[in-house]
């Protein structure tokens, strides 16, 4: 019989190692990959024995007490709300999840287990992701909101809470769960998968509340659409300026929306909420974990490549309801020569589709330009790409922040480029 050569196998094939080998303990039975011959097998002897070992192995894994098929499980598993924590190190969905991430080793499985049950799921504080989230929600909110305060120092406030809530909001994070391959569970119980999110469509869960305070006129604001002034927001509300309330979801549902608890698709506008809101809460508590378990700097590097690497054209969060009087209005506030609007090129006057190009000018210095098919229009256009150019000024891409200073070998901090605030004409408001 020609002799096979070992460097060209390629499959490989798991069997069972005798227990009588030297070496293994024959109460502890375990596995080893081999290589399998990808040629077919030139006689039959040979055939039968791999066909033994695989049936072999097949039955050891099913006869394998850490692994017991769902059918046998503990009857009080199945009444369990979320998954007992040791079932964390059987789930392959868990493994892949924290090598895809690139966790540190001193992340249990168990904890990155404990990220994906939502507080809708399982009530108890010391099994849900609850704890976790609210500490992962300050980080990314703090590391978020100091990029954007030292990177564009002159961003109004309406347009600073409109981008963080671009980049660390719900709809976010709900993206960023989605590209790590996160799967949900159709129902919540002791026999899902550990690997699998498990939220609740019946019941919302215990909103995570950051810094703030719930307003005692809520209910008359919302029911009168009382106006909140941006000062307010800052005291009052939470991190992206929104009120805070009781219960995070209205109880107004229509009856048409009754099918949204059978729903797993994300149909409906509730049924979405509730999703994004557990995917947001995972992300969040996986933030949480890493700095429980590795630290403030880990935190910091997982944030900026997983948050901050994310691009927000924040060009498209501006609307002015004024533009030249708030330009004109800028201008006086910081001694430039008033505004004057000028044509510097045109075309097709006297035909259906003309271009006007108009710029902005203070004194020699042209503030903003812009092109529309009437004069008028693109005066306007000029006015708000000058406003966008002061109010998107920025030192940088790599700029230092505060938190860069929590590290003991820095050099020392350079002060930051502070702007005294936006500038709100009569009439012409900032509005997201």
Known sequence: ????????????????????????????????????SARRCQSTAAAAAVSESVAAAADLVDNNPRFPPLENLPPQVTSWPS??????????????????????????????????????ADPNPRFNNTNLAFVGQTLINYHVSEQLMIQYPRLPMEIFYAAMK???????????????????????????????????????????????????????IDKYKFRRSVASRVVFDDDFGDAITK?????????????IHTNTSYGSATTRALAEKAHANHVRAVVGAIYTHCGREAVKAFVKAHVLSRKLDLHKLFVFSDPTRELSTLCAREDFEKPIARLLSET?????????VVGIFSGKDKLGEGSAASLDHARRKAAMNALKSWYL??????????????????RPWEPAYIDIGEVIARGGNLRR
């Not at 499985?109 to 939502?118: E, F, G, N, P, W």
Request: proline share 8%; charged share 20%; aromatic share 6%.
């Open 166 to 220: 671009g980049m660390a909001g719900p709809a976010p994070l709900f993206q960023i769960a989605k590209s790590w391959g996160i799967e949900s569970a159709a129902v919540p119980g002791g026999e899902v998968d550990p690997g699998l999110l498990q939220f609740s469509l019946d019941a919302t869960g215990d909103a995570i509340l950051g810094f703030g305070y719930s307003r005692a006129e809520q209910k008359y």
């Open 247 to 259: 219960t995070e979801f209205a109880s107004n549902e229509t009856e048409d929306d009754d099918h």
């Open 393 to 410: 000024y920025s030192p940088g891409e790599n700029v230092r922040v505060p938190s860069d200073m929590l590290n003991e070998e820095t």
């Open 83 to 120: 998954p007992p924590p040791e079932r964390a190190l059987q789930s392959a969905k868990l493994a892949a999840l924290h090598a895809r991430l690139a966790l540190s080793k001193k992340i249990p499985l168990q904890t990155l287990a404990r990220t994906l049950v939502d507080a809708s």
């Open 348 to 356: 097709g006057r006297l035909s259906r589709t003309p271009v006007f």
């Open 1 to 36: 019989m020609k002799r096979l050569r070992v460097d060209r196998w390629t499959g490989q094939l798991v069997t069972a190692t005798r227990p009588g080998a030297a070496g293994v303990s024959s109460s502890a039975p375990r596995f080893r990959c081999v290589a399998a």
